[in-house]
């Protein structure tokens, strides 16, 4: 089989450009609590909906003096907007929470504790909090869709210390899986093990029949032919990472995935130092928010807003 090295302008997805959302316009739009609360308002309920209590179609609410609610303007019910939200109770103000989002929109590798508890202006256990709630928020974002079309689809190891000994235990590390369907979205998930069973079964829930899928040599890999896909290899042991196929002219390569993990690596090494079991789903549907939402600049702010 012949080699092929891996051409650098072929590795992860190019940059799109993007609308940016500088500090400037963010204070601009949200300059005080008061701002904060209106959006979250106008997202939950809008300031002219109708009203749960006296059934007014398009009924105006006006803001109350003294209290974070707003007043039907027939009846005079309250509506509490931050009320079932990771907003009510905290007395961290509002404009904070929503700075703390912005700098999850506007990063490439994550916001760790204590950058949030620098920026912020708040104690670590405040900081750490507000960070894992929006990891929350960030993951309840998008409804699931299984992938079709092309799905390039990889699995690594993430945490810890592994020598390069062949058979040499993994039992210190995280297994992490990756589908990527080229030109759309991007879906991970942590799995047990990296046995046949457990790939095939997670291509079987995330994957349409019928479609295109690239894998490297990993054995775990080998039933996709069996289950109604076109599955197409790359032998990285053997230095091959894109291969074009003779029969069908698709150009099987995992390299979009693989760049995402190699962004995920770094940004958890560099930023975060380390991130636990427990909490690494949290951390992965944030690099898959971004990744998913990038070209949509500042709208991905509205659509975590959204997802109180």
Not at 71 to 96: E, I, N, R, W
Request: glycine share 8%; hydrophobic share 35%.
């Amino acid at each position: 089989m012949a080699r092929t090295r891996r051409p650098r302008s072929q590795v992860g997805n190019k940059p799109s450009k993007v609308q940016a959302f500088s500090v400037r316009q963010f204070f601009a739009r949200f300059p005080n609590d008061e701002a904060c609360l209106e959006h979250v308002m106008s997202v939950r309920y809008g300031l002219r909906h109708t009203c749960g209590k006296c059934g007014v179609i398009d009924a105006t609410f006006h803001r109350l003096a003294k209290r974070p609610a707003y007043s039907c303007a027939s009846c005079g019910a309250h509506v509490y907007p931050c009320a079932g939200t990771v907003f009510q109770d905290s007395k961290t103000p509002l404009t904070v929470w929503f700075y703390a989002i912005y700098l999850f929109v506007t990063t490439r590798h994550g916001v760790s504790g204590k950058e949030l508890q620098r920026q912020l202006g708040v104690t670590y256990k405040t900081a750490w909090r507000i960070g894992q709630q929006i990891r929350l928020l960030i993951g309840s974002v998008d409804e699931f869709v299984a992938l079709k079309g092309h799905v390039e689809i990889d699995e690594t190891f993430v945490g810890g210390h592994m020598p390069r000994s062949e058979g040499h235990p993994r039992d210190n590390k995280i297994i992490v899986m990756g589908l990527k369907e080229r030109g759309g979205r991007m879906v991970t998930e942590i799995i047990p093990d990296v046995s046949k069973d457990t790939l095939r079964g997670v291509v079987l829930m995330k994957v349409q029949p019928k479609t295109i899928v690239s894998t490297d040599e990993a054995t775990g890999y080998g039933l996709l032919t069996g289950d109604d896909y076109q599955h197409g290899r790359v032998n990285h042991n053997q230095d091959v990472w894109a291969r074009v196929d003779p029969e069908t002219g698709v150009n099987h390569h995992v390299q979009h995935v693989e760049s995402f993990w190699n962004l995920f690596k770094t940004s958890v090494r560099s930023t975060h130092i380390h991130v636990s079991e427990k909490y690494m789903d949290r951390y992965l549907d944030e690099f898959t928010f971004r990744s998913n939402h990038r070209q949509m600049g500042n709208a991905m702010f509205d659509l975590i807003i959204g997802a109180v």
